[in-house]
């Protein structure tokens, strides 16, 4: 470009042309030569391009996923995004959790139909009466992807990564009803040998616990608590390091089902059977490809036109079409989560509780479910789904605008006279957005109220609600485990998802003291119900619905069954091939 | 011609210098940080991941450290995605984002400049309208809806495309360079247009045409090299824009390009990516603006005499 | 003047209140133009009147009706909460016209002056001033606006500002292209030569002859201006619901294309028309005021 011909010369061609007709002679052959070498490079470029553009894409269909998933066992799954990672220790997430329980196995694993506990490492298990001492027995068959058979000291390492406080491991909190666990994480205690957990033999596991913990063994199929192994590790840097290479493709050694084949950033991850696996023979599927595809209504196109086997969502409003097919593909299930609004009790006009009261018992959240959200959820009045592991929450209110009226009337704004406004504040998002929309309608309707939405960016929006800097906030909760524990320890005082000024002893008494020495699920349940009705009176949280899980699944699969924890063992799982999708899907 | 180049090219140190410096120290004052999310982390942990990340140091040190890497060509681990590199993410994403790039502006160039030139060859005809009303629908139409809308058309009704991924199906890469160069297409179609009528009614033109040259030639030979001017100033930050502009039509047919990283990293703050982006941004930008302003000049002769003449 | 003008530009009739005079004459006779002049002003009235014409609340809800295609009681039918279309439109117009025309003056303004001044100074104010262009392109935007907010708090005004600073860099590009263009054309140097102040030259001989891309390049800013607009109120720096704009009508309507298409078609026909008749506002403009073109 910087040889542009005539550059060098003083004679400006195109100055002469406009204003000096008896040079035009020469320059019409200089701007010729130059118009000729300028169309043949474009022209050379633009085909050339061009043809590669056709070559390396050309036209034509092709298998999809499905068909030669099908005939190969190979499973497609919509994976909603890339994961930040594969170290177990190092990544939060549900689509890390389910790449990661295909590439490892914790000492207990959960049957997808039940939830109940059964063998995954650990061949059997022992529990004392007090209920404070595991015993683990390793199954002598589990082996690592290289060969190697997974010792008792192999947890115990990993178990010190995972509580170290230079990892960095933001699920270490999982490990803490391990004696000791959490002050060694938090760095008061030193020697790791004081924590709960010590091999009785090379196949032995002991662990030992702070206090009864009824929901232990569901923690123990959390990828916090899997071992990984040390060897590997440590060759690619130190046992706290974070950003090794160990979890690269030829480099992870694991122990679950299926072995790490190949990973491309943003397009798939790959993972194929592992032959070392104790349980092979009833592992169906020859290997799973991860999609990370963080659009949903790209899964539900893909899902149509039979990419994938399983999407991660649906889209809200394709929901009642699918609903409406024979024999639909769409499925939903009970999920453990409580969607609600946080009230910061500490800023005017919320710091009433008759306010507070008021404006719950205002939405009404059957209609809310039933239009808005196209009844993929379900009403909730309370913080602990109903039916969690038979734990009935108490219902202390229904929708009821006059009484929320005279509620109102009673801290002094009858009619929403005097109100001085409130904010509504939820992170980005298409179905906050909605359900906000909704409810300020609602406060306006029923209790002559005014108030403003506000949505900030995600990291923006936790940042307000981390400060207090809000008035009414959304929140979602998905439980860690199936217990009403995991719902109401964050309203402990000073707890770090409790946001909302909320500060009860009683109430902190009940769910830390009382409950976990309770004897009977029965009496423990009862505190629960005592603790929960102190929460709901005070109403530093507004209940709105409770979780569903929906996807869509291929008729080819079996062995995916919906569960509360949408619990995915990819061992149950298997591909019948022949069997197609609807042709209404068209 | 090579000392405006040489000055142009000196330039551009302190541009990216002082791009880099705004930059780390905007992200660091936005709030919420690379390790916030909805869950609370305990402060155990925030602090160790602080420690790991090197966070804990004062924030003037971390920036000298910054600098330092950068020199050495080294941008730094990426917050999000513990065990990646920003170099290692950028050089998977970059080709697949210049290769869609490539394609768009090609066909932006090819559709746009072709429909723009005979639209101002006979304007205020069926030739002008006829292009110019489907380049303004192409304005109005963004890509966030005319990918959705291809793909619905040719991928789940006709079924004749792929309607996701690139380089994985045999002609995957169609439906996103359309996506992305349509909207291109339609600004340089405009452009171009107003270019041409622009330099057609010029005296330089009236003379060739006087001297009884065919009008392709004249158009060809003489307006097209000046009319495209304001398309070449368009252009320059367009290709840099590409990267930004890639984000929505890689989320939409899920291509794993730099657009993405670019604006997710925003999201995410993940600062070392955010600056590692932005640091590759700027280059791109120092870089084709100048390339469109040296083209202008191609163009333009006029313009070289102030090249020349040190002006 | 007179004299200095037919000096400068034989071919202009650039004598200060007979170019604008003559440009008049010619925009009238231009019918794409003087349509899409009164289509554009029908838009706007309706959007002034808005509040006393619409045909429901734009707040109120049915959400037991839902999205429902248009019908006698709402002809445009209604969205996912019930709401009637046509008045979401109608409100939606008003906010998407306001941001359209203030961020685009705000954008052109600075654009405009930033690329003249560039331009036809050169040297090395002209070296720095492109420079910090190339500086405010290459800053993460997204972080911009966040930081925005954050010191600032919600402000309608924000949005022009963060609209107009993005949009106005492109248009000092452009503008600075032309000017060095026509810099160095002969009327503009012997406008120089007759001792004319440099402001005046910029006034009145180049930025006028370098109107042609620039108003072309504002009817393109202007739609996709209100589409950033829906892009920032996504990102909370914008308009909250209830209130809403067409950038976010079609948004919205774009992710329900299948179910419900009549939320995508109306939102993007009355942004479409708007559109269009800028461009053919926009042409008539461009024709109306070049001058050498005019004697064709």
């Known amino acids: ?586 | 011609m090579l000392k405006f180049l040489i000055s142009r090219l000196l330039q551009s140190v302190p541009v990216i210098l002082i791009v880099v410096t705004a930059t780390f120290f905007l992200v660091r004052a936005a709030p919420g940080g690379p390790f916030d999310e909805e869950k609370a982390v305990l402060p155990e942990v925030r602090k160790a991941l602080e420690a790991q990340y090197k966070l804990d140091l004062p924030l003037h040190e971390q920036y000298f450290a910054y600098l330092g890497d950068l020199f050495q060509g080294d941008l730094g681990p990426s917050f999000k995605y513990p065990g990646r590199s920003v170099n290692e993410i950028l050089a998977s994403g970059l080709p697949i984002t210049a290769e869609l790039g490539f394609y768009a502006l090609l066909i932006a160039l090819v559709i746009g400049g072709t429909a723009g030139v005979f639209a101002a060859l006979k304007p205020n005809t069926k030739q002008d309208y006829i292009p110019m009303t489907l380049a303004m629908v192409g304005i109005c139409m963004p890509s966030f809806l005319l990918g959705p809308l291809l793909v619905l058309v040719f991928g789940i009704y006709l079924e004749l495309l792929p309607i996701a991924g690139w380089g994985m199906l045999p002609g995957d890469k169609i439906l996103p360079s359309v996506t992305l160069g349509s909207a291109y297409a339609a600004y340089v179609a405009r452009l171009s247009r107003a270019g041409m009528l622009e330099v057609l009614s010029q005296d330089y033109i009236r003379t060739a045409r006087a001297k009884g040259l065919p009008e392709w030639q004249v158009v060809v030979r003489h307006a097209l090299r000046g009319g495209i001017i304001p398309v070449v100033a368009f252009l320059g930050p367009a290709f840099a824009g590409l990267l930004a502009g890639s984000f929505v039509v890689e989320t939409i047919f899920q291509i794993p390009g730099l657009g993405r990283f670019y604006v997710q990293a925003a999201f995410n703050r993940d600062y070392t990516m955010i600056l590692g982006t932005t640091v590759f941004l700027s280059t791109l930008i120092v870089f084709f603006n100048l390339l469109s302003d040296v083209a202008a000049a191609w163009l333009n002769p006029r313009l070289r005499a102030q090249f020349q003449g040190g002006k | 003047m007179n004299t200095l003008a037919d000096t400068a530009s034989p071919d202009s009739a650039d004598t200060g209140s007979s170019l604008w005079q003559d440009a008049w004459i010619r925009l009238r006779r231009n019918k794409p133009a003087v349509g899409g002049a009164y289509v554009l002003l029908f838009l706007i009235v309706i959007s002034l009147l808005t509040p006393w014409i619409a045909p429901y609340d734009y707040e109120v809800q049915n959400l037991d009706l839902g999205a429902s295609p248009p019908s006698a009681q709402h002809w445009l039918g209604t969205d996912v909460f019930g709401r009637d279309l046509l008045t979401q439109i109608m409100y939606g117009g008003r906010v998407s016209l306001m941001v359209g025309f203030i961020a685009t003056a705000v954008a052109l303004l600075i654009g405009v002056t930033w690329g003249a001044v560039a331009g036809y100074v050169g040297g090395r104010l002209d070296a720095a001033m492109m420079r910090i262009v190339d500086i405010l392109y290459a800053l993460p935007f997204m972080i911009f606006i966040v930081l925005l907010m954050v010191v600032f708090g919600r402000n309608i005004l924000l949005l022009f500002l963060a609209i107009g600073a993005v949009e106005w860099l492109t248009m000092a590009r452009i503008m600075r292209s032309q000017v060095q263009s026509l810099r160095q054309q002969e009327f503009v140097e012997a406008a120089i030569s007759l001792g004319l102040s440099q402001s005046a030259i910029i006034r009145r001989h180049v930025v006028p002859n370098a109107l042609g891309p620039i108003i072309v390049y504002t009817t393109l800013t202007i739609p996709s201006v209100m589409l950033l607009e829906a892009f920032l109120s996504f990102l909370g720096l914008g308009i909250q619901p209830p209130k809403t704009s067409w950038g976010l009508l079609i948004s919205f309507g774009a992710e329900t294309m299948e179910e419900y298409p009549w939320l995508l078609i109306f939102p993007g026909l009355a942004l479409t028309v708007t559109l269009f008749s800028l461009n053919f506002l926009g042409d008539g403009l461009r024709d109306a005021l070049d001058v050498r073109g005019s004697k064709d």
Not at chain 1, 134 to 144: C, D, I, K, S
Not at chain 1, 392 to 418: H, I, K, M, S, V
Not at chain 1, 441 to 466: A, C, F, I, P, R
């Open chain 1, 1 to 586: 470009m910087a040889a542009a011909p005539g550059s060098a010369t003083s004679r400006n061609p195109w100055f002469s042309l406009a204003t000096d007709p008896s040079t035009a002679a020469t320059t019409r052959g200089w701007v010729e030569t130059l118009a000729t070498r300028y169309r043949q490079t474009a022209w050379a470029v633009g085909t050339l391009a061009l043809s590669a553009l056709l070559i390396t894409t050309g036209c034509g269909g092709g298998e999809s996923n499905v068909d030669s998933g099908n005939r190969d066992g190979i499973f497609h799954l919509a994976n909603a995004a890339e994961p930040q990672g594969l170290d177990p220790h190092a990544v939060t997430g549900v689509p890390e959790n389910r790449i990661l329980r295909s590439l490892f196995e914790g000492l207990v694993v959960k049957n997808p139909y039940t939830l109940e506990p059964e063998p995954g490492v650990a061949q059997r298990w022992t529990i004392s009466d007090d209920g404070l001492v595991y015993t683990f027995h390793l199954n002598p068959e589990a082996r690592w992807s290289n060969g190697e058979v997974i010792n008792a000291s192999d947890f115990i390492w990993s178990w010190n990564r995972a509580l170290h406080p230079e990892t960095g491991n933001r699920n270490a909190y999982m490990l803490y009803p391990v004696k000791n666990a959490e002050r060694y994480a938090k760095g008061e205690l030193k020697d790791f040998t004081a924590v709960g957990i010590a091999a009785l033999d090379e196949s032995t596991l002991e662990v030992t616990l702070e206090a009864p913990t009824p929901y232990f063994l569901q923690l123990m199929d959390h990828y916090a608590a899997y071992a990984v192994h040390p060897e590997t590790l440590l060759q690619f840097g130190e046992m706290t390091d974070r950003f090794t290479a160990w979890t690269r493709p030829g480099n992870l050694i694991g122990n679950g089902a299926f072995n790490l084949d190949d990973w491309a950033m943003n397009r798939f991850i790959k993972v194929r059977k592992n032959d070392t696996y104790w349980d092979r023979e009833n592992v169906s599927l020859n290997g799973i490809v991860y999609h990370p595809i963080d659009n949903q209504t790209l899964e539900e196109r893909m899902f149509r036109v039979g990419q994938v086997h399983r999407t991660y969502e649906v889209p809200l409003d394709k929901v009642p079409d699918y609903r409406q097919m024979p024999d639909t593909l769409y499925h939903q299930d009970p999920y453990i989560g409580t969607y609600y609004y946080l009230v910061n009790i500490d800023k005017s006009p919320v710091d009433d509780p008759r306010v507070r009261r008021a404006l719950s018992m205002a939405v009404d959240r059957e209609l809310l479910t039933r239009s808005v959200m196209q009844s993929i959820v379900t009403p909730a009045y309370s913080m602990v789904p109903p039916g969690t592991l038979g734990y009935q929450p108490p219902q202390l209110f229904t929708f009821d605008p006059a009484a929320a009226r005279e509620l109102l009337a009673e801290a002094g704004y009858p009619g929403g006279e005097g109100w001085p406004g409130l904010e509504i504040l939820y992170n980005t998002h298409e179905a906050h957005r909605k359900i906000a929309i909704a409810i300020q309608q609602m406060w306006k309707k029923h209790l002559g109220v005014t108030v403003t939405l506000t949505n900030q960016e995600w990291k923006v929006y936790s940042d307000s609600v981390k400060t207090g800097d809000y008035q009414i906030a959304r929140r979602g909760w998905i439980g860690d485990y199936v217990d009403p524990n995991t719902f109401l320890e964050l309203f402990l005082t000073g707890g770090g998802n409790n946001n909302t000024g909320f500060a009860d002893p009683i109430f902190d008494n009940l769910v830390s003291q009382k409950a976990p020495r309770a004897k009977t699920r029965e009496v423990r349940y009862a505190y629960f119900v005592e603790a929960e009705t102190r929460l709901i009176e005070t109403m530093p949280i507004i209940p709105i619905y409770t979780y569903n899980s929906r996807y869509l699944l291929h008729p080819s699969v079996e062995g995916m069954p919906g569960n509360l924890m949408d619990s995915l063992n990819w061992k149950y799982v298997t591909l019948v091939p022949g069997r197609q999708l609807p042709d209404a899907m068209q």
